[in-house]
């Protein structure tokens, strides 16, 4: 549907940006800004198949991406990632300090495509085009703290890159990925007004153990952040914690797993860090066939309910007929379960409040030096 008019094309936008786009949602339409001429265009889906990369930028926001060393994750990201993956080319992710650069970078052709919250008449003087990243879906992105107005911006409608773009979106919308993959990002999962107590913690326990957490860290090649992030949740950073089944310590080690990790006293700070530290990058590398992001939280589940559970897990998705080797499909399947059995709802709360608290400590200045 192409539009001859300001008005027009407004009319377009508004109409997509609610959830009353049903003939979008059903003929996954693309919506123009202005006329495009198809044969003065040079194709980006071109670009893409022949270089075998998907160049896109974005700006970093808690919807987009958190950038976490070389390492990224987010909702945006993943999105994007899990479109890249269907072209069957390579991800190229580049981010900007702001949208009108992400959209000048699309005009250049620099980038394919800009993942970007500027207003939609910004994007319209630049004579892009662009859709919702949800194909319309306001409820789950509001229901999980997400900017609802992200947006995926094209350079031109008539190419055959933002017509597939259009498709896999909706088609993620219909068949629940995106609603998932909201659900993971949640950014509510800790109560904004948790946030004050979880501060006060770290300030006034990850000093006395920042040093353990670094040094040991660097032995495993690890993020410190990381091994701080799943310390608070397994005990709020307690050396003296104990659980009613009897694990223990700030890393929250069974006794079986403390001796087979080469830890004598669960209750001493250094070996309890040192230990968690030494499994965690053991469930790591039992996932390595995974890609990153995804490979670290499977590590994660299996840190909580030990890589057997997971085994069982990954097994029911492949009888589904799905790819056991993506996180949102183990994470769906967990979610869907979680009523009938209470340790699937536990290790969903446990990788999603350590992403969390990963995202705060990673984002606070004091915290912040490598």
Wanted: glycine residues 4%.
């Amino acid at each position: 549907m192409h539009s001859s008019s300001t008005s027009g094309s407004r009319l377009c936008l508004h109409s997509f940006s609610s959830l009353s786009i049903k003939a979008l949602a059903l003929s996954t339409a693309i919506i123009p800004f202005h006329s495009i001429n198809a044969s003065k265009t040079t194709h980006q889906f071109d670009h893409v198949v022949n270089s075998n990369k998907l160049v896109v930028v974005a700006v970093k926001n808690p919807t987009t991406i958190f950038q976490n060393g070389n390492q990224m994750h987010g909702f945006g990201y993943d999105l994007v990632r899990t479109y890249a993956h269907s072209l069957n080319v390579q991800l190229d992710f580049q981010v900007v300090n702001d949208n009108a650069t992400a959209l000048k970078w699309v005009k250049q052709g620099k980038a394919n495509l800009a993942m970007t919250t500027a207003d939609y008449k910004v994007i319209e003087s630049k004579h892009l085009m662009m859709f919702s990243a949800t194909c319309g879906d306001d409820a789950s992105m509001q229901a999980n703290g997400l900017n609802a107005n992200l947006n995926w911006v094209f350079k031109s409608a008539e190419d055959p890159l933002s017509q597939t773009a259009s498709d896999f979106i909706c088609r993620s919308k219909q068949n629940g990925a995106t609603k998932q993959l909201a659900s993971f990002y949640n950014r509510n999962v800790v109560k904004p007004e948790s946030w004050d107590t979880i501060q006060r913690d770290l300030n006034k326990r990850l000093p006395i153990y920042q040093a353990s957490f670094k040094k040991t860290a660097k032995q495993y090649d690890l993020d410190w952040h990381l091994l701080a992030a799943i310390g608070y949740q397994e005990s709020y950073l307690k050396p003296n914690s104990v659980s009613p089944t009897g694990v223990r310590g700030i890393m929250m080690l069974t006794n079986s797993t403390a001796k087979a990790m080469g830890v004598s006293n669960r209750v001493d700070a250094t070996q309890s860090i040192q230990g968690g530290a030494k499994y965690y990058d053991q469930m790591l590398s039992r996932y390595a066939h995974i890609p990153l992001p995804d490979r670290n939280w499977y590590a994660l589940i299996a840190y909580n309910m030990g890589p057997g559970a997971v085994d069982q897990i990954q097994k029911r998705v492949r009888a589904q007929g799905k790819n056991a080797n993506q996180w949102v499909n183990v994470y769906a399947y967990l979610a869907r379960n979680k009523a009938s059995n209470a340790r699937f709802g536990q290790a969903l709360q446990y990788v999603t409040r350590i992403r969390s608290y990963l995202e705060h400590i990673k984002s606070t200045p004091q915290w912040v030096s490598v």
